[in-house]
């Protein structure tokens, strides 16, 4: 083995300015403040047009859920779940339901492997819709999201017509999912799909060959690749920097492994690499969507059953279920002890390195101007920082 | 509102520095008469074919706002348009649960819109508490800190509802029946000490405007 | 990686080796070896990445059980170190040297089950909660429901009967005496 | 930064050309997709009030409520949700649990109000506008959070089963009884239905968690006979039970049989409570049936110095003489008897009250009687020619089978009647190797027996005609004279008399059919004996039956002749099953207790 | 130019009518434009009245100081004083309004008077990004108004006054005599310094929503914030109107206006849905950029 020394990054040096010279300015950006994703707060410190320093402040979406999840059975944390991370729902309830039918020692049918598939390539899509229009609004560009939100809203019209529900699907349950697919429904998904590449090709050309937004994006928020791994970054943001990683190659769940698809992988990592990652990712997903339909199987069960909800007891043990969201690696940690209610279950949202660490160490020295767009082009959702 | 007893009239902004009790008012809210018949009718409905709400997503709710907002619904043509700031708003939309520590933000950006000034509730727990009911770090009912105008049901109510709602809302305006303000200058104290119960560090003046 | 496992215990003293998933295992530790354990881990046995960490409360036990969960993406797995911690002296070693977001991470632990990492950057500010007063409120013995029910008002009117003794009630009324 | 960074994003302006994406009237345009999760619907009819739905929401939105104009009546306890949208998350888990699948969800999204306070309703009570919605959430087909299929229960074949008398239900092994009891709801319907009151969830509670100590005491707090009545019961609670709604009823009959089989009877004193000390009174039940036994029993937990007078040689009554052993094998309800004795209750076999004892001696001799005698003597046919020796009863064919004598049925039999005793009579001359006719009045579905033993008959062999009125019996001619008769019957038709009530069956003139046949067992109903009872004892008698009151108690109290008369099962009550007699000897037990010790009026 | 000082006093408010309520259906209208590149379908062109309406009918506001209150009316005045001094329809008593000799320079100072006033008034107001934009504001302003100036010296140079009824009269006869055709560089360089005048993407730093939301109106409400939209039709209408009649021939109905500013405002909208925001230093350097330099371009081709 190769011996390597003990190596630590000493931390980055946090400027200490003195608020009382004057010199400085303190300002608060949000909760509420159109220019931050979601409701967060950012504490920066302005010297002149420039932040000195940044700090995250998270909290204000907090519900306790894993507190509320040990209180529940592990089937009435099915609803709660997908509540942790608003605009992407459907990872909350693919990983919890992984853990559980893992602990529980349970095989779903082939086919509820292939609608869960679609599920989560469906919500990427339509997670990332939403980002791109945030991206060109925090850069001033109110024209994009007012497509993308609208290509999201078909998406999410797929998702009503597949499982009831707009925002909260609530469709991947434990043991399976819970409906088959409507009849015509894939043939809408293709329609959809059309619509949203043809839209995706204007956005292409209006959004990243634009003067304006490559002097905004271009250079802003370098993430070395040597951050990849000691900040936990994941997902587009460590791809953007050249580390091809992707859970959905790299663990295989899933139907993944027989679909064809290439990692994307960037170079410059900085915001317009970020945003062009994501843009192909998109490609990609809809290229996805199209694979699935094309090979999910046509009949055959969709659910396992399962014993009685309402005693369900899941044997002592614990797991650690990850799949790739749009933001990278979103995880549950489901510990049981053996009985009927969840001992501890710990939810890894990607933002939870990406707004806070990652993104209180990149604002340092950013216009202030540039926060918004530099804090969209991380790709956080609070939501899943604070549970 | 019988239940609302009024306790020992509240703080002024005492504890505040000099420079700070510039910014805010240091009056306590007072109730303002309607303007008379036809020129309250006028300007009642100036204001609910101008809703301007607030840009301040607090909790899920928000996600629904932005296919509210763009172009597949396209609420500016209802006169419906999002404003970054509390002093220019007069609608606000609680997008669902408030934590204790969004509650206090609430109630800040609330004092801070001038009136008439309306509240939108969205989805359950805004009602009672909704999925979060055992929270404790959650509200159950958000009509104990701000008077609020119009319900939606719904986790989360569909974009139409949010229309709907707003519908609603201009009926009520239109009626004159949207008397939040007055209602929350009324009874102030009752606010107040039900805010103060639930904020544990209090450290914003009383008068927050 | 059964290697590993010797390996770790003839350092660390590691034991527990439990095989969950193909990719994924988890060991237990002792808390004081923690940190050189993780630190090797990270810079010996490829276990860069830091997924998480979290803490349990075993408070049957009189313990919290920390979990980290590393993973080497080279060789494609992820390992779950676990060590257990008194309840009543909870301090352990920071990691936040060796991970840059680790600090996030032992700010959250110290706010929501009051175990203490010294040295971590903020890590006594208030994470998520915000003028806070009650116990760390991730620990077992706190009653969300109960906490809930003393602080939030509710919305009066609601009622609820059993089936069965309401059938009682209204159908053998004498076999309730 | 080349020429077209600055050309291409005009392209923003293509769109101006196009049309634009916003719905013009979003609210009429758009309805919820057919599967959309919207507001609450409830088929109040196919509801039950289970309460399944309030069990399974995570956000306590459920309330049951009592609905006016709905009484609680077996299997329907007469609440209805009510759903509380300050709360209510749209997760639909309500809708895929629910047993009966009467709550569904409609498309429809729409409800606002500035008064908080209205969020509150009860679907398919309060009238709603989306109410009788078509489209909206219903639960996938094949998609079910319940079992709706009970776990098969193990018994011998058919073509096996006539062979001999071997008992035919195997029970269930731990891991089928573990998983039957997973598939209770705990709703409680049961409860009202059952005659006892058992608490069946309890026990099923206690099956599910390999408690059975804690099962067997929650049986024993209601019910002495859980072995028999694991077997025979007529399980009115699987009527009631609400996963019945939707699939087959929670096989509570045969958990209750598992836990009684899985503990031995050493083990029993164990899990169940012991006497009380002696209170020095006396009490004689009469009849060691399964109402006499219980009364004895309680009467023993309390405390009392029990004696059951027995006529027959063996305790049990009809347990053991009107239920044949492939049903209830003799092991099993020895085992109840034996653990009933084991507490102290002495049983005198073989004393007949009214022949070797009167009922005024026991009354002299104890303060208490409890009389549980039952209904011994068979209805005749009553039609010309029934006095004829192969006309044969039912129950005495029954009896003489428990107490192995030769039966001497012949190849071909008739079994005339449609109870539980027509049915057992049958199956019991197929095991002896008869052809068998059953001739029932009406049709199959108006028959009082269980419907498996009804299905177990007729698949064992037995030929079922329906509609036959008996008309006579004749002495069969020539050398078979006296050896066997011709039974005559005459076809029926069934007519509806009145509005309402089931119809009757009326004779189709000129349809008479006869057939020779070995044996005719009548099988038409029992009557009790009272001959014991004289008028000095002072019990009031209404339509041959004892009158008593909502106690139980029969006399008007202790005379000084000597202590309070009660009684109870099938002498009293009209549902003529063993767990209404196992109830009102408990009933009794604690009547006698109360009027014996003077506590309550 | 006959009518006595009091019926041109009159005539004034006339005018003053109009164009705000011009500006406000121009507003309205640029707004459905903008919606339909948005995919959308837009408010209704008569929806800033009732805005305006709405902030009047508000029943409290609250104030930081006279200097708070005195934002707005600067800026109001300044938006008054920028068209009163601008004739709106050449050789029309009616829109003539005050322009006399030398009005060109009036114009140029209240161009800048609203923008100065509105920002000691808005520093008032306390909350930090009203500074920030303030600021930001100023910044720009200095940085556009260089290629402005420079294209209005152009020309000033070019017809030799500084009265804007000369320089209309002296494009009158068709197209070619327009600015735009005989000084072109000037009108380009007048055009970009028009972006971010109107503060339109992606020069819109000023009040950029989504970084300082919304710059220095950031704490005006009620009747102020009614002052202030009543303010952004004039202005808006003044400069349009000033655009017009420096280089695009003026106007001899009010058709002729109509349709000309309508043109000139377009260009706004048509750059603004194409484009991001700039941040203010990029937009400073690039005002001071190839603006600028078409800008002397244009002085030196008029010059010589």
Same mark, same amino acid.
């Given at each position: 083995?190769?011996?390597?020394?003990?190596?630590?990054?000493?931390?980055?040096?946090?400027?200490?300015?003195?608020?009382?010279?004057?010199?400085?300015?303190?300002?608060?950006?949000?909760?509420?403040?159109?220019?931050?994703?979601?409701?967060?707060?950012?504490?920066?410190?302005?010297?002149?047009?420039?932040?000195?320093?940044?700090?995250?402040?998270?909290?204000?979406?907090?519900?306790?859920?894993?507190?509320?999840?040990?209180?529940?059975?592990?089937?009435?944390?099915?609803?709660?779940?997908?509540?942790?991370?608003?605009?992407?729902?459907?990872?909350?309830?693919?990983?919890?339901?992984?853990?559980?039918?893992?602990?529980?020692?349970?095989?779903?049918?082939?086919?509820?492997?292939?609608?869960?598939?679609?599920?989560?390539?469906?919500?990427?899509?339509?997670?990332?819709?939403?980002?791109?229009?945030?991206?060109?609004?925090?850069?001033?560009?109110?024209?994009?999201?007012?497509?993308?939100?609208?290509?999201?809203?078909?998406?999410?019209?797929?998702?009503?017509?597949?499982?009831?529900?707009?925002?909260?699907?609530?469709?991947?349950?434990?043991?399976?999912?819970?409906?088959?697919?409507?009849?015509?429904?894939?043939?809408?998904?293709?329609?959809?799909?059309?619509?949203?590449?043809?839209?995706?090709?204007?956005?292409?050309?209006?959004?990243?060959?634009?003067?304006?937004?490559?002097?905004?994006?271009?250079?802003?928020?370098?993430?070395?690749?040597?951050?990849?791994?000691?900040?936990?970054?994941?997902?587009?943001?460590?791809?953007?920097?050249?580390?091809?990683?992707?859970?959905?190659?790299?663990?295989?769940?899933? =139907?993944?492994?027989?679909?064809?698809?290439?990692?994307?992988?960037?170079?410059?990592?900085?915001?317009?690499?970020?945003?062009?990652?994501?843009?192909?990712?998109?490609?990609?997903?809809?290229?996805?969507?199209?694979?699935?339909?094309?090979?999910?199987?046509?009949?055959?069960?969709?659910?396992?059953?399962?014993?009685?909800?309402?005693?369900?007891?899941?044997?002592?043990?614990?797991?650690?279920?990850?799949?790739?969201?749009?933001?990278?690696?979103?995880?549950?940690?489901?510990?049981?002890?053996?009985?009927?209610?969840?001992?501890?279950?710990?939810?890894?949202?990607?933002?939870?390195?990406?707004?806070?660490?990652?993104?209180?160490?990149?604002?340092?020295?950013?216009?202030?101007?540039?926060?918004?767009?530099?804090?969209?082009?991380?790709?956080?959702?609070?939501?899943?920082?604070?549970? | 509102?019988?239940?609302?007893?009024?306790?020992?009239?509240?703080?002024?902004?005492?504890?505040?520095?000099?420079?700070?009790?510039?910014?805010?008012?240091?009056?306590?809210?007072?109730?303002?008469?309607?303007?008379?018949?036809?020129?309250?009718?006028?300007?009642?409905?100036?204001?609910?074919?101008?809703?301007?709400?607030?840009?301040?997503?607090?909790?899920?709710?928000?996600?629904?706002?932005?296919?509210?907002?763009?172009?597949?619904?396209?609420?500016?043509?209802?006169?419906?348009?999002?404003?970054?700031?509390?002093?220019?708003?007069?609608?606000?939309?609680?997008?669902?649960? =408030?934590?204790?520590?969004?509650?206090?933000?609430?109630? !800040?950006?609330?004092?801070?819109?001038?009136?008439?000034?309306?509240?939108?509730?969205?989805?359950?727990?805004?009602?009672?508490?909704?999925?979060?009911?055992?929270?404790?770090?959650?509200?159950?009912?958000?009509?104990?800190?701000?008077?609020?105008?119009?319900?939606?049901?719904?986790?989360?109510?569909?974009?139409?509802?949010?229309?709907?709602?707003?519908?609603? /809302?201009?009926?009520?305006?239109?009626?004159?029946?949207?008397?939040?303000?007055?209602?929350?200058?009324?009874?102030?104290?009752?606010?107040?000490?039900?805010?103060?119960?639930?904020?544990?560090?209090?450290?914003?003046?009383?008068?927050?405007? | 990686?059964?290697?590993?496992?010797?390996? %770790?215990?003839?350092?660390?003293?590691?034991?527990?080796?439990?095989?969950?998933?193909?990719?994924?295992?988890?060991?237990?530790?002792?808390?004081?070896?923690?940190?050189?354990?993780?630190?090797?881990?990270?810079?010996?046995?490829?276990? !860069?990445? /830091?997924?998480?960490?979290?803490?349990?409360?075993?408070?049957?036990?009189?313990?919290?059980?920390?979990?980290?969960?590393?993973?080497?993406?080279?060789?494609?797995?992820?390992?779950?170190?676990?060590?257990?911690?008194?309840?009543?002296?909870?301090?352990?070693?920071?990691?936040?040297?060796?991970?840059?977001?680790?600090?996030?991470?032992?700010?959250?632990?110290?706010?929501?089950?009051?175990?203490?990492?010294?040295?971590?950057?903020?890590?006594?500010?208030?994470?998520?909660?915000?003028?806070?007063?009650?116990?760390?409120?991730?620990?077992?013995?706190?009653?969300?429901?109960?906490?809930?029910?003393?602080?939030?008002?509710?919305?009066?009117?609601?009622?609820?009967?059993?089936?069965?003794?309401?059938?009682?009630?209204?159908?053998?009324?004498?076999?309730?005496? | 930064?080349?020429?077209?960074?600055?050309?291409?994003?005009?392209?923003?302006?293509?769109?101006?050309?196009?049309?634009?994406?916003?719905?013009?009237?979003?609210?009429?345009?758009?309805?919820?997709?057919?599967?959309?999760?919207?507001?609450?619907?409830?088929?109040?009819?196919?509801?039950?009030?289970?309460?399944?739905?309030?069990?399974?929401?995570?956000?306590?939105?459920?309330?049951?409520?009592?609905?006016?104009?709905?009484?609680?009546?077996?299997?329907?306890?007469?609440?209805?949700?009510?759903?509380?949208?300050?709360?209510?998350?749209?997760?639909?888990?309500?809708?895929?649990?629910?047993?009966?699948?009467?709550?569904?969800?409609?498309?429809?999204?729409?409800?606002?109000?500035?008064?908080?306070?209205?969020?509150?309703?009860?679907?398919?009570?309060?009238?709603?506008?989306?109410?009788?919605?078509?489209?909206?959430?219903?639960?996938?087909?094949?998609?079910?959070?319940?079992?709706?299929?009970?776990?098969?229960?193990?018994?011998?074949?058919?073509?096996?089963?006539?062979?001999?008398?071997?008992?035919?239900?195997?029970?269930?092994?731990?891991?089928?009884?573990?998983?039957?009891?997973?598939?209770?709801?705990?709703?409680?319907?049961?409860?009202?239905?059952?005659?006892?009151?058992?608490?069946?969830?309890?026990?099923?509670?206690?099956?599910?968690?390999?408690?059975?100590?804690?099962?067997?005491?929650?049986?024993?707090?209601?019910?002495?006979?859980?072995?028999?009545?694991?077997?025979?019961?007529?399980?009115?609670?699987?009527?009631?039970?609400?996963?019945?709604?939707?699939?087959?009823?929670?096989?509570?009959?045969?958990?209750?049989?598992?836990?009684?089989?899985?503990?031995?009877?050493?083990?029993?004193?164990?899990?169940?409570?012991?006497?009380?000390?002696?209170?020095?009174?006396?009490?004689?039940?009469?009849?060691?049936?399964?109402?006499?036994?219980?009364?004895?029993?309680?009467?023993?937990?309390?405390?009392?110095?029990?004696?059951?007078?027995?006529?027959?040689?063996?305790?049990?009554?009809? /347990?053991?003489?009107?239920?044949?052993?492939?049903?209830?094998?003799?092991?099993?309800?020895?085992?109840?008897?034996?653990?009933?004795?084991?507490?102290?209750?002495?049983? #005198?076999?073989?004393?007949?009250?009214? #022949?070797?004892?009167?009922?005024?001696?026991?009354?002299?001799?104890?303060?208490?009687?409890?009389?549980?005698?039952?209904?011994?003597?068979?209805?005749?046919?009553?039609?010309?020619?029934?006095?004829?020796?192969?006309?044969?009863?039912?129950?005495?064919?029954?009896?003489?089978?428990?107490?192995?004598?030769?039966?001497?049925?012949?190849?071909?039999?008739?079994?005339?009647?449609?109870?539980?005793?027509?049915?057992?009579?049958?199956?019991?001359?197929?095991?002896?190797?008869?052809?068998?006719?059953?001739?029932?009045?009406?049709?199959?579905?108006?028959?009082?027996?269980?419907?498996?033993?009804?299905?177990?008959?007729?698949?064992?062999?037995?030929?079922?005609?329906?509609?036959?009125?008996?008309?006579?019996?004749?002495?069969?001619?020539?050398? %078979?004279?006296?050896?066997?008769?011709?039974?005559?019957?005459?076809?029926?038709?069934?007519?509806?008399?009145?509005?309402?009530?089931?119809?009757?069956?009326?004779?189709?003139?000129?349809?008479?059919?006869?057939?020779?046949?070995?044996?005719?067992?009548?099988?038409?109903?029992?009557?009790?004996?009272?001959?014991?009872?004289?008028?000095?004892?002072?019990?009031?008698?209404?339509?041959?039956?004892?009158?008593?009151?909502?106690?139980?108690?029969?006399?008007?109290?202790?005379?000084?002749?000597?202590?309070?008369?009660?009684?109870?099962?099938?002498?009293?009550?009209?549902?003529?099953?063993?767990?209404?007699?196992?109830?009102?000897?408990?009933?009794?037990?604690?009547?006698?207790?109360?009027?014996?010790?003077?506590?309550?009026? | 130019?006959?009518?006595?000082?009091?019926?041109?006093?009159?005539?004034?408010?006339?005018?003053?009518?109009?164009?705000?309520?011009?500006?406000?259906?121009?507003?309205?209208?640029?707004?459905?434009?903008?919606?339909?590149?948005?995919?959308?379908?837009?408010?209704?062109?008569?929806?800033?009245?009732?805005?305006?309406?709405?902030?009047?009918?508000?029943?409290?506001?609250?104030?930081?100081?006279?200097?708070?209150?005195?934002?707005?009316?600067?800026?109001?005045?300044?938006?008054?004083?920028?068209?009163?001094?601008?004739?709106?329809?050449?050789?029309?008593?009616?829109?003539?309004?005050?322009?006399?000799?030398?009005?060109?320079?009036?114009?140029?100072?209240?161009?800048?008077?609203?923008?100065?006033?509105?920002?000691?008034?808005?520093?008032?107001?306390?909350?930090?990004?009203?500074?920030?934009?303030?600021?930001?504001?100023?910044?720009?302003?200095?940085?556009?108004?260089?290629?402005?100036?420079?294209?209005?010296? =152009?020309?000033?140079?070019?017809?030799?006054? /500084?009265?804007?009824?000369?320089?209309?009269?002296?494009?009158?006869?068709?197209?070619?005599?327009?600015?735009?055709?005989?000084?072109?560089?000037?009108?380009?360089?007048?055009?970009?310094?028009?972006?971010?005048?109107?503060?339109?993407?992606?020069?819109?730093?000023?009040?950029?929503?989504?970084?300082?939301?919304?710059?220095?109106?950031?704490?005006?409400?009620?009747?102020?914030?009614?002052?202030?939209?009543?303010?952004?039709?004039?202005?808006?209408?003044?400069?349009?109107?000033?655009?017009?009649?420096?280089?695009?021939?003026?106007?001899?109905?009010?058709?002729?206006?109509?349709?000309?500013?309508?043109?000139?405002?377009?260009?706004?909208?048509?750059?603004?849905?194409?484009?991001?925001?700039?941040?203010?230093?990029?937009?400073?350097?690039?005002?001071?950029?190839?603006?600028?330099?078409?800008?002397?371009?244009?002085?030196?081709?008029?010059?010589?």
């Amino acid at each position: 083995m190769k011996k390597e020394k003990l190596r630590v990054i000493p931390p980055a040096e946090r400027a200490n300015p003195d608020l009382e010279s004057g010199k400085y300015l303190l300002m608060w950006q949000g909760p509420q403040h159109p220019g931050i994703t979601g409701n967060m707060s950012l504490k920066l410190i302005v010297e002149g047009d420039s932040v000195v320093d940044c700090e995250t402040h998270v909290g204000y979406l907090h519900r306790g859920f894993e507190k509320l999840m040990e209180r529940r059975l592990w089937m009435q944390n099915f609803p709660l779940v997908c509540r942790i991370a608003v605009p992407e729902p459907d990872f909350n309830e693919y990983c919890y339901a992984a853990a559980l039918e893992e602990l529980a020692g349970i095989q779903i049918p082939d086919k509820a492997v292939w609608l869960r598939t679609l599920s989560l390539e469906m919500i990427r899509l339509a997670s990332f819709l939403m980002w791109i229009g945030g991206q060109a609004g925090a850069f001033g560009h109110g024209t994009i999201i007012q497509w993308s939100v609208t290509m999201r809203d078909y998406v999410l019209d797929l998702f009503e017509e597949l499982s009831g529900g707009r925002i909260y699907h609530m469709y991947i349950i434990p043991g399976g999912v819970r409906g088959d697919v409507p009849a015509g429904f894939f043939k809408h998904v293709l329609e959809i799909m059309d619509t949203v590449q043809k839209n995706l090709d204007d956005i292409e050309l209006v959004m990243f060959h634009n003067v304006v937004f490559k002097m905004r994006a271009e250079g802003l928020g370098y993430i070395p690749a040597d951050w990849v791994d000691h900040y936990g970054i994941t997902g587009p943001n460590a791809r953007a920097a050249g580390v091809a990683r992707d859970l959905r190659k790299d663990l295989g769940y899933l =139907a993944y492994p027989r679909l064809d698809f290439k990692t994307i992988v960037g170079q410059k990592s900085d915001a317009y690499e970020r945003a062009r990652l994501r843009l192909l990712e998109m490609y990609q997903c809809i290229d996805l969507i199209r694979q699935i339909v094309d090979q999910c199987p046509k009949d055959g069960p969709f659910r396992e059953k399962l014993p009685n909800p309402l005693y369900w007891k899941i044997p002592a043990g614990e797991t650690y279920v990850a799949a790739e969201c749009t933001r990278g690696e979103y995880g549950f940690y489901v510990a049981s002890d053996g009985s009927d209610k969840p001992r501890r279950v710990a939810v890894r949202g990607p933002s939870y390195t990406h707004a806070v660490a990652v993104m209180e160490r990149l604002a340092r020295g950013v216009n202030i101007a540039d926060v918004a767009g530099l804090m969209v082009s991380l790709h956080t959702y609070p939501p899943e920082i604070e549970r | 509102m019988s239940d609302k007893k009024l306790k020992p009239a509240p703080l002024a902004n005492e504890g505040l520095s000099p420079d700070e009790r510039g910014l805010f008012c240091d009056a306590a809210p007072r109730e303002y008469e309607p303007a008379k018949g036809v020129i309250e009718d006028f300007y009642n409905w100036a204001r609910a074919e101008s809703l301007w709400i607030l840009g301040f997503g607090t909790g899920c709710g928000a996600i629904e706002l932005r296919p509210l907002m763009t172009s597949r619904f396209d609420m500016y043509r209802y006169g419906i348009q999002a404003r970054p700031t509390p002093r220019q708003s007069c609608v606000f939309v609680i997008g669902g649960y =408030a934590s204790v520590k969004t509650l206090k933000r609430i109630v !800040r950006s609330y004092e801070q819109m001038m009136g008439p000034k309306f509240v939108v509730a969205l989805g359950s727990c805004t009602i009672n508490g909704g999925m979060y009911w055992d929270s404790y770090n959650t509200i159950k009912r958000i009509d104990q800190y701000i008077p609020v105008d119009v319900y939606i049901t719904g986790c989360m109510p569909r974009p139409e509802a949010l229309l709907a709602g707003f519908q609603e /809302l201009k009926k009520i305006i239109k009626a004159g029946k949207g008397e939040g303000q007055n209602i929350y200058a009324r009874d102030f104290a009752w606010y107040k000490a039900n805010q103060k119960q639930i904020i544990k560090n209090w450290d914003m003046p009383d008068y927050n405007w | 990686m059964n290697e590993l496992a010797t390996r %770790l215990a003839a350092r660390y003293g590691a034991r527990g080796w439990h095989d969950q998933r193909a990719d994924l295992a988890t060991i237990v530790l002792d808390a004081d070896r923690l940190r050189d354990a993780l630190a090797y881990l990270r810079d010996q046995e490829g276990y !860069r990445h /830091l997924s998480f960490a979290t803490a349990i409360d075993n408070i049957e036990r009189g313990v919290f059980t920390l979990v980290y969960t590393l993973r080497s993406h080279d060789k494609g797995h992820s390992l779950i170190v676990h060590a257990d911690i008194d309840r009543q002296k909870p301090v352990v070693d920071s990691i936040h040297l060796l991970w840059a977001q680790a600090w996030t991470y032992q700010r959250e632990m110290k706010e929501w089950y009051g175990i203490d990492f010294p040295g971590s950057p903020r890590v006594d500010e208030e994470f998520v909660l915000e003028g806070w007063e009650g116990p760390p409120m991730m620990r077992r013995d706190f009653d969300s429901l109960a906490y809930s029910d003393a602080t939030y008002a509710e919305r009066p009117g609601r009622a609820t009967s059993d089936p069965a003794r309401h059938m009682k009630e209204q159908l053998y009324p004498e076999a309730a005496e | 930064m080349d020429i077209k960074d600055f050309i291409a994003p005009f392209a923003v302006w293509k769109r101006a050309f196009e049309k634009p994406f916003t719905v013009k009237k979003p609210i009429d345009e758009r309805p919820g997709a057919p599967r959309y999760r919207g507001f609450h619907i409830n088929d109040a009819e196919r509801c039950v009030g289970c309460g399944t739905c309030e069990a399974i929401c995570m956000n306590k939105a459920i309330d049951l409520v009592p609905v006016e104009g709905r009484e609680a009546k077996e299997g329907d306890s007469g609440l209805r949700p009510r759903v509380d949208y300050g709360r209510c998350c749209w997760c639909a888990l309500c809708v895929d649990i629910c047993p009966s699948g009467s709550l569904n969800m409609s498309n429809e999204y729409l409800w606002i109000d500035s008064d908080p306070d209205v969020f509150r309703y009860t679907p398919g009570v309060d009238k709603k506008p989306w109410d009788g919605a078509e489209l909206g959430y219903r639960r996938a087909e094949g998609y079910r959070l319940l079992d709706e299929q009970r776990v098969p229960m193990a018994e011998l074949g058919h073509r096996e089963a006539v062979k001999s008398f071997l008992e035919l239900v195997q029970g269930y092994s731990r891991a089928q009884a573990e998983k039957e009891a997973d598939r209770c709801v705990s709703c409680g319907l049961c409860i009202a239905s059952c005659p006892a009151h058992m608490d069946i969830p309890g026990y099923i509670k206690a099956v599910r968690e390999g408690d059975l100590d804690t099962g067997l005491r929650l049986l024993y707090e209601t019910n002495p006979f859980p072995e028999a009545c694991g077997r025979i019961c007529t399980h009115l609670c699987e009527g009631a039970c609400s996963i019945g709604t939707g699939g087959d009823p929670v096989a509570i009959r045969w958990l209750k049989r598992y836990i009684a089989d899985q503990v031995e009877l050493s083990a029993y004193a164990k899990a169940l409570p012991r006497a009380e000390p002696s209170v020095g009174k006396k009490v004689a039940v009469v009849g060691a049936g399964p109402g006499g036994l219980s009364a004895a029993y309680y009467l023993a937990l309390l405390g009392y110095e029990v004696k059951v007078y027995e006529k027959d040689g063996e305790a049990g009554g009809m /347990l053991r003489y009107g239920i044949p052993e492939y049903r209830l094998p003799y092991p099993a309800l020895d085992k109840d008897i034996g653990y009933i004795e084991s507490l102290g209750v002495t049983i #005198k076999r073989g004393v007949a009250i009214g #022949k070797d004892l009167s009922l005024s001696d026991l009354r002299r001799d104890y303060h208490a009687v409890y009389l549980s005698t039952g209904l011994p003597v068979a209805y005749g046919l009553e039609v010309p020619g029934d006095k004829h020796p192969r006309v044969l009863d039912g129950v005495a064919v029954l009896a003489a089978a428990t107490r192995g004598e030769e039966l001497g049925l012949g190849k071909r039999v008739a079994v005339i009647g449609g109870g539980n005793v027509a049915m057992d009579a049958a199956r019991t001359a197929l095991r002896h190797g008869a052809a068998v006719d059953i001739l029932y009045r009406r049709r199959e579905e108006d028959m009082p027996a269980d419907a498996d033993e009804i299905r177990e008959a007729k698949a064992e062999g037995a030929r079922l005609i329906e509609k036959s009125i008996p008309v006579e019996v004749k002495d069969a001619a020539g050398a %078979l004279a006296g050896k066997a008769a011709l039974f005559v019957w005459n076809e029926a038709e069934m007519v509806q008399k009145e509005e309402g009530k089931r119809p009757v069956p009326e004779a189709i003139p000129g349809a008479l059919r006869e057939e020779l046949y070995d044996s005719i067992i009548a099988a038409i109903g029992q009557g009790p004996d009272l001959s014991y009872v004289t008028e000095e004892d002072g019990v009031p008698m209404k339509r041959f039956k004892p009158l008593v009151d909502a106690r139980g108690m029969a006399s008007p109290g202790a005379s000084p002749k000597g202590g309070a008369i009660f009684a109870g099962g099938d002498l009293v009550n009209d549902r003529k099953d063993a767990i209404s007699a196992i109830a009102d000897g408990h009933r009794a037990a604690l009547s006698i207790d109360r009027h014996l010790s003077g506590k309550g009026a | 130019m006959d009518a006595t000082l009091l019926q041109r006093v009159g005539y004034a408010f006339v005018s003053l009518f109009v164009i705000t309520n011009y500006g406000l259906l121009l507003i309205g209208s640029m707004a459905r434009i903008s919606a339909k590149v948005q995919g959308r379908v837009g408010q209704p062109v008569y929806q800033p009245y009732i805005d305006i309406i709405k902030s009047s009918a508000k029943r409290n506001s609250i104030g930081h100081g006279v200097m708070f209150y005195l934002g707005p009316v600067f800026r109001l005045a300044g938006g008054v004083g920028t068209y009163m001094f601008i004739p709106a329809v050449f050789g029309s008593a009616l829109f003539m309004n005050f322009s006399d000799s030398g009005d060109l320079l009036l114009v140029m100072y209240f161009i800048f008077f609203g923008q100065l006033g509105m920002a000691l008034g808005a520093s008032e107001g306390g909350h930090p990004y009203s500074a920030i934009g303030v600021s930001r504001g100023l910044a720009q302003m200095t940085a556009f108004e260089v290629p402005f100036a420079l294209s209005v010296i =152009a020309v000033a140079v070019q017809y030799g006054t /500084l009265d804007i009824t000369a320089i209309v009269a002296a494009q009158q006869g068709g197209f070619m005599h327009w600015t735009l055709a005989t000084n072109p560089l000037a009108v380009v360089a007048a055009l970009i310094a028009f972006l971010g005048m109107s503060m339109h993407n992606p020069f819109s730093v000023v009040i950029a929503p989504q970084e300082i939301p919304i710059g220095p109106p950031t704490e005006y409400q009620s009747n102020l914030l009614g002052m202030l939209q009543t303010n952004r039709a004039i202005f808006n209408g003044a400069k349009l109107v000033l655009y017009m009649n420096l280089f695009f021939g003026g106007a001899t109905n009010i058709v002729v206006m109509v349709i000309k500013t309508f043109l000139i405002y377009f260009i706004n909208v048509f750059v603004g849905q194409a484009f991001p925001r700039l941040r203010v230093d990029q937009s400073i350097r690039f005002f001071l950029g190839v603006p600028t330099l078409i800008g002397i371009a244009s002085v030196l081709i008029a010059a010589f």
